[in-house]
Every structure is written in structure tokens, then in C-alpha cells.
């Protein structure tokens, strides 16, 4: 698979916003209904390079921005200056820019988490929202790292290992076409296998990157023109701007109490690849209660974590499916 090119109406920009710059991916008619689209870690806009080009080819218009902390945007250094405030006030920035009431959102891995903050503190602005990978999840009783803590103790676990301040910093940075190599190309869990086999709590190893399996060349969804896109900005932005946002886990839980009971109203899907070892940490039942209108729960065969650049033509399919019924 080859990566798609643009959508002729694609335009690439800065906008200042919310106080940072964001490198923003925009296509489709300027009347058309906006889809927000949120990436994961460590991604980009261009995660989403088999989708812009789909939905703006349906009449929609897309958002698509490098998010605080990633490629062309705003890195800023301060740890509080990524946590969920400041993430979901990004995109509902990008929207006021763009002069629109509402939008549906779309996230990816840590995206889905951002676009389901967006759903639970800012309803008025979300007409509907998709999280791929990580499902829509109520607030705890308790923080995820003390939930993380009491699971895990002291066995590895890569949220536990990224708080520190630059020891995953450092060891991502190390080398980061190899890291982006092993993310990208081997974060998959085999079927029947278990969490560790994914890295992400395997047992042995120095650090985060030497758990990962070692990439046996590219998946056919991969080729390493697109690989280098990542190496290329991650070689040169570094990694401490997405692990920032692994650092304020408990400053969002801390600080959205009046989430607490809350539940989604509107429209709400969710997607994921039957071989993503997210759904071995996070499995959709813990949507139940919460999501109060989810119009489906998909998992798509044969695709690990990176659903959207694996199966693009199944999430395009999906995505628009939730679309057509609340674009107005």
C-alpha cells in the first residue's frame, strides 16, 4: 500500500491558537460539516493521510492538526502545558477559528482520550465522536497511575516508566528510526497472546524501545517512504512533547471532578484492531453506562494497533457510517 496523495482542496497552515502554534492539515469544502481529526502517540497529522482525502471526497470539511507537543506545532515546555485542558482547548480553538458551532470528532490512541475530554467537558461543541484503539472511558474513582501502580507494581509498565522526566525521553530519542521502526512496525499482539508479548509490559529489557519487538521489515501497510516521515520529524522534534502528555495522567484526573457521573449523550462509536494490545488493557465493555448512544463497537480482523493506516478502507467506511447520521 502506497500512501494516498492529497486531496486537491488540501491546505496546509499555521494557526495561532490557544496559545501555541499548530500545524493544521485542512481539506474539503469550507461549507462542508467538520470532522476533527486527533492523532495518537507518537503520530502525526499525517496518520491520517488515507482518511482527509476520503471524507473531504464526501463533502466534509476536515481538521486535521500536528497536536501540541508534535511535528510543526508548538512544543512547549512546561509539563502542565499538555494535559487534558489545554489538549481539548486546542481543538475547540481549531473550531472557533474555523467558525463553527460543532464538529464531530475523531481520535486515535491518545487522541481518542483527547476527542472523549472534548465530548465530557465541552457537549455543546460535539455532534459526535469516534475513538479508535482506547475506548470512550468515564472518570475513575481513583487516579489511572494509582490504578496503574496497583496492577502493575513493580513489574514494567510504559505509562509508570514515561513519568519520570527524561529517562523515556531519552531512551525514544536515542535512536529514533528505530524506535519508530518498532512502534509502527510490530505493536501488535498475536492472537491468544498476551500483553508483554506487545513491549509495552514485557519483562526484560533496559528500557521501553529494547522491549519492542524487533521489526522483520515493514508491514505491507508501511512503506518506508511513509516510515520516514516519522523518523524525519521525530529526529528532529524529539519525543518529550507526546510523553508530556503521559505525564499529566493524574493532573486531568485531579482536576475534572465535575466529571464525575458524567455521561455521553450524543452519538458515539468505537473501533479497533482485533490484534491492538490496548484491548488487553482497555477492552470497550468499560464504555457500559457511560456512552449512552454508541452507535456501534467494531473490530476490525487482522489489524493491530495503527487501525487507521492498516485498514484504511474499513475505518473510512466506519467513520462515515457515524457521520451520516449527524451532519447537518
Known amino acids: 500500500m502506497t500512501a494516498p496523495a492529497p486531496h486537491p482542496s488540501t491546505v496546509e497552515r ?15 469544502p469550507a461549507d462542508g460539516f467538520p470532522v476533527v481529526l486527533s492523532h495518537g502517540f507518537p503520530e502525526l497529522a499525517y496518520s491520517w493521510r ?10 466534509y470539511r476536515v ?34 477559528e474555523a467558525g463553527h458551532e460543532q464538529a464531530a470528532f475523531v481520535g486515535h490512541d491518545w487522541g481518542a482520550m483527547v476527542v472523549n ?6 457537549p455543546d461543541r460535539c455532534a459526535a465522536v469516534m475513538a479508535m484503539s482506547v475506548p470512550l472511558l468515564p472518570r475513575g474513582p481513583i487516579s489511572p497511575l494509582e490504578l ?13 516508566y514515561f513519568q519520570e522526566p527524561g529517562v523515556a525521553d531519552a531512551d525514544l530519542g536515542r535512536d529514533p528510526a528505530e524506535t519508530m521502526t518498532r512502534m509502527l512496525a510490530g505493536l501488535t499482539v498475536p492472537e491468544g497472546g498476551q500483553l508483554d508479548t506487545s ?25 518506508q517512504e511513509e516510515l520516514d516521515v516519522y523518523i524525519a520529524e521525530f ?30 449523550e450524543m452519538p458515539a462509536a468505537f473501533l479497533t484492531g482485533a490484534l491492538d494490545p490496548v484491548n488487553l488493557m482497555s477492552p470497550a465493555g ?37 457521520l451520516s447520521a449527524v451532519a447537518h
Not at 14 to 28: K, M, P, Q, S
Not at 235 to 264: A, C, K, M
Request: glycine share 12%.
Open 148 to 160: 496503574f501502580k496497583m496492577a502493575f507494581g513493580d513489574s514494567f509498565f510504559y505509562m509508570l
Open 117 to 122: 475530554g472534548v465530548a465530557a467537558l465541552h
Open 14 to 28: 499555521t494557526v495561532a491558537v490557544n496559545g501555541v502554534e499548530l500545524h493544521v492539515v485542512e481539506a474539503g
Open 286 to 322: 468499560l464504555m457500559d453506562g457511560y456512552v449512552q448512544d454508541l452507535r456501534f463497537s467494531r473490530v476490525v480482523d487482522g489489524a493491530g494497533h495503527w487501525v487507521q493506516q492498516e485498514k484504511p478502507a474499513e475505518v473510512n467506511a466506519a467513520i462515515l457510517e457515524l
Open 50 to 59: 488515507h482518511q482527509i482525502p476520503a471524507l473531504a471526497d464526501a463533502g
Open 63 to 96: 481538521i486535521c492538526p500536528d497536536q501540541r507537543g508534535y511535528g510543526r506545532s508548538s512544543r512547549p515546555e512546561a509539563v502542565e502545558a499538555y494535559d487534558i485542558h489545554h489538549l481539548t482547548g486546542d481543538l475547540i480553538a481549531l473550531l472557533d
Open 199 to 223: 513491549g509495552l509490559s514485557a519483562p526484560e529489557g533496559t528500557g521501553f524501545v529494547d522491549r519492542l519487538p524487533k521489526a522483520e521489515g515493514l508491514p505491507g501497510w508501511l512503506s
Open 235 to 264: 529526529t528532529r522534534t524529539g519525543f518529550t512533547g507526546g510523553i508530556s502528555w503521559y505525564r499529566n495522567l493524574h493532573r486531568n484526573w485531579e482536576t475534572t471532578p465535575q466529571l464525575d457521573g458524567r455521561v455521553l
